[in-house]
């Protein structure tokens, strides 16, 4: 895999990627602005859009479009102007999302309805939109989450992220006639701008749960990322892959295997 440095100022464009074009949603910042670096440096030409007024980090060679995943018509403007520019996509990475951290307890269904609008309507949207101008071959990456694998306590995030992967299944059949893959990557513990404003104690939790024992950087997603994209992965579609330093293979098991080790040696 390639680290941040390499994958900025490689010229070798990476196999069954150069000269696609990719949009990256929500690619201001964090994971987004990595993938459209990856991306670009692979070869591709990447469309970044993101809600923010301007990108936040370098990202690469990707052009820069303000769009709001949540809105029908700014999807259909980002078409008729893709249209305009030669009329082709050949990949979608739906990155953008929010987090809202409220349990169960205390969740209004307004936040439910607002992450929910941006983690699942919104791709659908640019599934729906981009899906017209994608030749076979296309390719569609959804940015899921292990809190759609498991039970993670902020509900309204986990059980968008859970309908995400609904979603993504849905797509891969329907599309998958049309020689369009559909598949979804699901993080654990990246650094990044949205876990910076998560406590100190979360971020040590994670590691304890990590066997890789360690958080996980942007370039770590963006390297599976890059590879969807390409057709290095052509017969992949319908898949999901956890890219969380086996946070989720354990099923919680590492806490008792690691109990075990403790006391083996006493
Ligand atoms: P981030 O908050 O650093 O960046 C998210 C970007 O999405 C921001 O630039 C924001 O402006 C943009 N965005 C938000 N709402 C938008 C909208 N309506 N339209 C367009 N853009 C919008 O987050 P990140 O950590 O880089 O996360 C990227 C993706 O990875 C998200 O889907 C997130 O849920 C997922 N994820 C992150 C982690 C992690 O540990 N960081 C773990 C699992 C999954």
Partial sequence: ????????????HQP??????????????????????????????VVAVDLADGPEEDLGDAAYRRLD???????????AHLRRQGGRVDALVNNA????????????????????????IGPMLGIQHCAELMPTGSSIVNVGSI??????APVAYTTSKWALRGLSKVAALE????????NTVHPGYIETPMTASASLAFREANVTETPLGRTGTVDDVAALVTFLVSDQS?????????V???MTSHGGVKSIADANRQAARR
């Fill in 1 to 12: 895999m390639k680290r941040r440095d390499e994958a900025t100022t490689n010229t070798d």
């Fill in 16 to 45: 069954g990627i150069a000269g696609k074009r990719a949009v990256v949603t929500g690619a201001a910042r964090g994971q987004g602005a990595a993938e459209c670096r990856h991306l670009s440096a692979a070869g591709a030409s």
């Fill in 69 to 79: 995943v949540t809105d029908p018509a700014a999807w259909a403007g980002l078409v």
């Fill in 97 to 120: 999302g929010v987090t809202w951290r409220a349990r169960l307890g205390e969740v209004d269904p307004a936040d439910m309805e607002r992450v929910y609008r941006v983690n699942v």
């Fill in 147 to 152: 809190a759609a694998l498991t039970g993670h």
């Fill in 175 to 182: 599309l998958g006639p049309r020689g369009i893959r559909v």
């Fill in 234 to 242: 052509s017969y992949l579609s319908g898949t999901e892959i956890p």
């Fill in 244 to 246: 969380d330093g086996g």
